[in-house]
């Protein structure tokens, strides 16, 4: 077994998920034959391969240069709060998270 | 009513006013209003925005002014991708009242060139998934073959076009999500090579391989709406400067003498005898258009599926945290903060994409990276090595897009891996960031439509158009 109960439950606790009783043990179950599938990565010897963490070629990637740090005109703060479940004035309200 | 539109024929028919743009919308819509109901394509409509443009398209008409490349193109667009003021809900509960306050670059470019959106089409969950099965508000019928799947995660997309309710479409690719609904509903389908088409606007699955791109009747259509989203966007820096050629002009250019290299890996077992069959026909033909047709090797293909699933979902894992009943969607209220978190998320999020989740934050978390996510992005970089070492070779790469055809609703549903390994023949250009079209290759017994795919090297648009295109209109109705 690749993955446990207890590794799943700590995984939804790290992804804030709630899950049900019956999820957890049908995920369990699915996602340890995937993981078991995965596991033939192991049979490649990748020791001296330098993991690829970029898509684009180094001299495209000289286009993702940074921009100047100007400011400018964005008129959709309205629109943005407007999506909100709970919105208050320019804020988004949650529940209390300071307990004292 | 005129049916099969092509841009072509809507551009013709618009400049020498046989039909106006309001005309030419008002007629799918009435379509749409017929079949959607059955088909399932639209999750939402916007016809108030769509005769806007339609009518600032047939005031240039009667002004006599020059017309732009898409002038009055009815097309659909897949609801992972952001319209402003008009609901966009990635397929999922979570955001069912979500209304973007910016349009997606794609879209922008696409109504500057005068196209007319329709609405938003149907998909699975956040564009996880291979069947349309996944959406939170149903499945897609295929209009290609009725009672099977449409393809995924695109398949609204694809069934938009090839059920006529538009000319053309968009969808995202992150691991065959535009290429194998194309295959599956018998239409061209492409997407561009990572970098080519902004993403600004595109929810986010995983940033590293999505895509946009289109779909179509015909491939000199793929050609051109592709032509207008592609380019440099300041607003996303994964965009590149890279030169974008002339694909219209390039598409007609003879294949003659073209290398095509045929790697034996994807013809392997799991492959259907009828895909095979129609795809062993297709290579012929390409013979026949004088197209040096060599074999290949590449020996990771089968590390493929593995490398997609580590890297996709960890990506997702991460991307997916924005979604915590704060600043949008959906919210179920608890008593603390993490609470309402963990029910917003359980309660808005469908079994796919819960799935993935909790896969790809477990990829990445302690103790387990290295073995997992690193091990993916070096067996990664072993499959874009494969394509280079291909490309010193030949000119373009053509396989099957899907060793399976279209299988029945409800077929697969229950076994997640057998999913995922259908992906097979796709998920290998995703991972290398390259493009890749999937063009009509026949129906296995007249009605099961399989999907011949062209890759080409990185920003080798061009070429794969060009090949796709000479197949297209060589190919006679019965390989």
Same mark, same amino acid.
């Given at each position: 077994?690749?993955?446990?109960?207890?590794?799943?439950?700590?995984?939804?606790?790290?992804?804030?998920?709630?899950?049900?009783?019956?999820?957890?043990?049908?995920?369990?179950?699915?996602?340890?034959?995937?993981?078991?599938?995965?596991?033939?990565?192991?049979?490649?010897?990748?020791?001296?391969?330098? *993991?690829?963490?970029? #898509?684009?070629?180094?001299?495209?990637?000289?286009?993702?240069?940074?921009?100047?740090?100007? #400011?400018?005109?964005?008129? #959709?703060?309205?629109?943005?709060?407007?999506?909100?479940?709970? *919105?208050?004035? *320019?804020?988004?309200?949650? *529940?209390? #998270?300071?307990?004292? | 009513?005129?049916? $099969?539109?092509?841009?072509?024929?809507?551009?013709?028919?618009?400049?020498?006013?046989?039909?106006?743009?309001?005309?030419?919308?008002?007629?799918?819509?009435?379509?749409?209003?017929?079949?959607?109901?059955?088909?399932?394509?639209?999750?939402?409509?916007?016809?108030?925005?769509?005769?806007?443009?339609?009518?600032?398209?047939? &005031?240039?008409?009667?002004?006599?002014? &020059?017309?732009?490349?898409? %002038?009055?193109?009815?097309?659909?667009?897949?609801?992972?991708? =952001?319209?402003?003021?008009?609901?966009?809900?990635?397929?999922?509960?979570?955001?069912?009242?979500?209304?973007?306050?910016?349009? %997606?670059?794609?879209?922008?470019?696409?109504?500057?060139?005068?196209?007319?959106?329709?609405?938003?089409?149907?998909?699975?969950?956040?564009?996880?998934? +291979? +069947?349309?099965? $996944?959406?939170?508000?149903?499945?897609?019928?295929?209009? &290609? %073959?009725?009672?099977?799947?449409?393809?995924?995660?695109?398949?609204?997309?694809?069934?938009?076009?090839?059920?006529?309710?538009?000319?053309?479409?968009?969808?995202?690719?992150?691991?065959?999500?535009?290429?194998?609904?194309?295959?599956?509903?018998?239409?061209?389908?492409?997407?561009?090579?990572?970098?080519?088409?902004?993403?600004?606007?595109?929810?986010?699955?995983?940033? +590293?391989?999505?895509?946009?791109?289109?779909?179509?009747?015909?491939?000199?259509?793929? &050609?051109?709406?592709?032509?207008?989203?592609?380019?440099?966007?300041?607003?996303?820096?994964?965009?590149?400067?890279?030169?974008?050629?002339?694909?219209?002009?390039?598409?007609?250019?003879?294949?003659?003498?073209?290398?095509?290299?045929?790697?034996?890996?994807?013809?392997?077992?799991?492959?259907?005898?009828?895909?095979?069959?129609?795809?062993?026909?297709?290579?012929?033909?390409?013979?026949?258009?004088?197209?040096?047709?060599?074999?290949?090797?590449?020996?990771?293909?089968?590390?493929?599926?593995?490398?997609?699933?580590?890297?996709?979902?960890?990506?997702?894992?991460?991307?997916?945290?924005?979604?915590?009943?704060?600043?949008?969607?959906?919210?179920?209220?608890? @008593?603390?903060?993490?609470?309402?978190?963990?029910?917003?998320?359980?309660?808005?999020?469908?079994?796919?994409?819960?799935?993935?989740?909790?896969?790809?934050?477990?990829?990445?978390?302690?103790?387990?990276?290295?073995?997992?996510?690193?091990?993916?992005?070096?067996?990664?970089?072993?499959?874009?090595? @494969?394509?280079?070492?291909?490309?010193?070779?030949? @000119?373009?790469?053509?396989?099957?897009? =899907?060793?399976?055809?279209?299988?029945?609703?409800?077929?697969?549903?229950?076994?997640?891996?057998?999913?995922?390994?259908?992906?097979?023949?796709?998920?290998?250009? =995703?991972?290398?960031?390259?493009?890749?079209? +999937?063009?009509?290759?026949?129906?296995?017994?007249?009605?099961?439509?399989?999907?011949?795919?062209?890759?080409?090297?990185?920003?080798?648009?061009?070429?794969?158009?060009?090949? %796709?295109?000479?197949?297209?209109?060589?190919?006679?109705?019965?390989?």
């Amino acid at each position: 077994m690749k993955i446990s109960r207890h590794d799943v439950l700590r995984v939804a606790e790290l992804a804030y998920l709630d899950l049900s009783e019956t999820e957890l043990e049908i995920y369990r179950a699915q996602i340890d034959e995937i993981l078991e599938y995965i596991g033939k990565l192991n049979e490649l010897d990748t020791a001296k391969v330098e *993991p690829m963490a970029q #898509v684009l070629a180094d001299d495209q990637t000289a286009d993702a240069t940074l921009r100047e740090d100007v #400011v400018t005109p964005c008129a #959709v703060a309205e629109d943005i709060l407007r999506q909100a479940p709970d *919105p208050e004035g *320019p804020y988004f309200r949650v *529940p209390k #998270v300071i307990e004292r | 009513m005129t049916t $099969n539109w092509t841009i072509n024929s809507v551009k013709e028919a618009i400049a020498g006013k046989k039909v106006s743009a309001r005309e030419l919308a008002a007629e799918h819509f009435k379509r749409i209003a017929a079949r959607n109901k059955e088909m399932n394509v639209y999750l939402t409509l916007c016809e108030e925005r769509a005769y806007a443009q339609a009518d600032r398209i047939d &005031a240039d008409v009667a002004a006599g002014r &020059a017309l732009p490349a898409l %002038a009055g193109v009815p097309i659909a667009v897949k609801d992972v991708i =952001s319209t402003r003021g008009v609901r966009t809900t990635c397929g999922s509960k979570i955001l069912e009242n979500y209304v973007p306050p910016y349009d %997606a670059t794609a879209v922008t470019r696409l109504e500057a060139a005068g196209a007319v959106i329709l609405g938003k089409t149907n998909c699975d969950e956040f564009a996880m998934g +291979s +069947s349309n099965e $996944n959406s939170a508000y149903g499945p897609v019928q295929n209009p &290609a %073959a009725p009672g099977t799947v449409p393809g995924g995660s695109s398949g609204g997309s694809a069934a938009a076009v090839a059920a006529d309710l538009a000319v053309t479409s968009l969808g995202t690719d992150t691991g065959g999500s535009i290429r194998q609904p194309g295959a599956f509903c018998g239409i061209p389908a492409m997407m561009g090579s990572y970098g080519r088409v902004s993403r600004y606007g595109l929810i986010a699955f995983a940033s +590293s391989l999505d895509r946009i791109g289109p779909f179509a009747r015909k491939v000199e259509d793929v &050609a051109a709406v592709l032509q207008v989203m592609a380019g440099r966007d300041p607003n996303d820096s994964t965009s590149t400067t890279a030169p974008v050629e002339d694909y219209t002009a390039e598409m007609r250019k003879p294949v003659k003498g073209m290398k095509i290299g045929i790697p034996k890996e994807y013809f392997g077992e799991g492959m259907d005898s009828g895909v095979r069959e129609k795809i062993t026909a297709g290579i012929e033909l390409l013979r026949k258009l004088g197209c040096q047709v060599m074999d290949i090797q590449m020996p990771h293909t089968d590390y493929a599926i593995a490398t997609y699933y580590i890297i996709a979902t960890a990506e997702a894992s991460s991307n997916l945290a924005r979604y915590d009943g704060v600043r949008y969607g959906l919210r179920q209220e608890s @008593d603390t903060l993490v609470s309402t978190y963990r029910k917003t998320r359980g309660a808005g999020f469908g079994a796919e994409v819960k799935r993935r989740i909790v896969l790809g934050t477990y990829v990445l978390s302690a103790g387990y990276y290295d073995a997992y996510y690193l091990k993916g992005q070096k067996v990664r970089a072993l499959i874009a090595q @494969d394509f280079r070492n291909a490309f010193q070779k030949v @000119d373009v790469i053509v396989t099957p897009t =899907s060793p399976v055809p279209p299988f029945r609703l409800g077929e697969r549903t229950n076994d997640p891996l057998q999913m995922y390994l259908a992906d097979i023949y796709t998920v290998t250009g =995703s991972l290398a960031g390259l493009p890749g079209i +999937s063009v009509p290759c026949g129906k296995i017994c007249g009605k099961l439509p399989v999907g011949l795919q062209v890759f080409g090297p990185a920003f080798g648009e061009a070429r794969v158009l060009q090949l %796709a295109h000479a197949f297209e209109e060589a190919r006679g109705a019965n390989i």
